[in-house]
């Protein structure tokens, strides 16, 4: 656990460290996130860990303004430190004093708290009763002049960054006149909330593959409507076929040994960074669930993985995670196949021949008639898609 105290605090700064993501700069003097990446922690149960995901730099500050509105009036408002618990793996959260004062008595009193966990950040806002009275929030995002914004009503919204660099964010407000607002080549997001309760931005982050943006846009733009009761869940990789998979191609009964290669299909967007990793010997794979007796490695020649060994009849469930390994494990591809070995069939028992003799004096012919039928064993590989 990382804390930086619960006692008041004055301009603490630290990083938090959750399962799928790495808030970078939490300050506590303006509840502030400076910027956030994508990792992955035990990277779907496979006992790997990823440094690094695919995307970075969701943020270029978020929040970094509070504006008070009245009237007319714009009074920024500086927030004050209170108290600060910044844990990783688990719930982080800041609190914050704030006040905005626009003459003649008419004053606005803000409580504020960020909190972080998983892929979500949550700030609150308690705004003391001054009629008319608004907050203005506004957060600047890495996407810069490729931020695209999917609007989804007036309290919820999608961004994602055009070059497909950064993270998809999505975006929900709650509370009496709560509202949001982004446009298309620009990287602010504004939230507006009303005087005289307690209201909340919810914003959340997935990462995705080359291959899986899409997916991931349409998986964010259906969570957002219930981004507030789903708080600090881990949001993994899209459910969606992703860059890499592993051909079928072996066939043999159980307790007999194997040396094959299965093709390995490469997304053409890949295609030539996969060369250039299994060249400089940088990637790596680890498989989960491959029936004992079997083992797999990289034909760097044909990239291809070879199959050898022998294993004992059964169906299996087989795991694969390619990654890059260098300044921490980075582009976890994943696809899964199953694994079926046959059971050895087992020779005829002889039979009895007609000679056409009496009855009374039968005679075996010969040694009978002996079949294995080699159809029925096999070791078929099958691509199997599994939700993350």
Known sequence: MLSLGVAPASAATGDVDTPNIFWQGVSDNALYINDAHSKFDDFNGMGVD??????????????????????????????????????????????????????????????????????????????????????????????????????????????????????????????????????????????????????????????????????????????????????????????????????SSVSFPSGTSTDQQLAVTVDPVLDSFIDDVIDNGSLRFTAVGLPAGLTLAIDPTTRALRLTGAAAAGSYDVRIVFYVEGGGFTLPFYTTFGVTVGAAVPAAAPQLADSGADANTPYIAGAGALALLAGGLLLGLRRMRTRR
């Open 50 to 247: 990823m440094d690094r995901g695919f995307t970075v730099d969701a943020f270029d500050g978020f929040l970094f303004e509070l504006v008070g509105r009245y009237n007319g009036l714009a009074v920024p408002v500086t927030p004050v430190p209170v108290s600060t618990q910044l844990v990783d793996g688990g719930l982080s959260t800041v609190v914050a004093e704030g006040y905005a004062d626009f003459g003649n008595g008419r004053e606005l009193f803000i409580d504020i708290r960020l909190e972080i966990q998983g892929n979500y950040a949550r700030w609150t806002f308690d705004v003391s009763g001054l009629p008319g009275a608004t907050i203005d929030v506004r957060g600047e995002l890495g996407s810069d002049s490729d931020t695209v914004v999917v609007p989804l009503g007036a309290t919820s919204l999608v961004t994602h960054d055009n070059a497909g660099g950064d993270p998809i964010v999505g975006y929900q407000v709650v509370g009496t006149g709560a509202a949001l607002s982004a446009v298309n080549g620009n990287d602010n997001v504004t939230a507006t909330f009303s005087a005289g309760g307690t209201s909340s931005l919810v914003v959340a982050l997935q990462d995705y593959s080359p291959c899986t943006r899409d997916a991931a846009i349409a998986e964010m733009t259906a969570r957002t409507a219930t981004l507030a009761t789903t708080f600090g869940e881990n949001i993994g990789l899209p459910d969606a076929a992703d860059c890499v998979a592993v051909a």
